[in-house]
């Protein structure tokens, strides 16, 4: 099984900067996909930008250009580096993970909070 643990979220003004933590732990070697969803007032969860094992990323529209998605396997931490931020990024953010077990499973973290706002 895989978990994961997500922090960094806060609140930051328009045009600022944040960047997101998301810590994986239990069979790390088994992910096929890690990477960021968001879920704003009112809205359904969309994806916003996920890295492939082999480091290939995808990112959602809204979100090229400004934000960046990277990883550390030697701490088994994926990264969402924010920039220039509007306040329609405003959203829980959530790690998420496809994993081999067997079949494939995800697995979901808790969430941040990403508010942005003057």
């Known amino acids: 099984q895989v978990q994961l643990v997500e922090s960094g979220g806060g609140l930051v003004q328009p045009g600022g900067s944040l960047r997101l933590s998301c810590a994986a732990s239990?069979?790390?070697?088994?992910?096929?996909?890690i990477g960021w969803y968001r879920q704003g007032p009112g809205k359904e969860r969309e994806l916003v930008a996920q890295i492939k094992w082999e480091n290939t990323t995808n990112y959602a529209d809204s979100v090229k250009g400004r934000f960046t998605i990277s990883r550390d396997n030697a701490k088994n931490t994926v990264y969402l580096h924010m920039n220039s931020l509007k306040p329609e990024d405003t959203a829980v953010y959530y790690c998420h993970a496809d994993f081999w077990s067997g079949r494939f499973l995800e697995v979901w973290g808790q969430g941040t909070l990403v508010t942005v706002s003057s």
């Open positions: 239990g069979s790390v070697r088994s992910i096929d996909y």
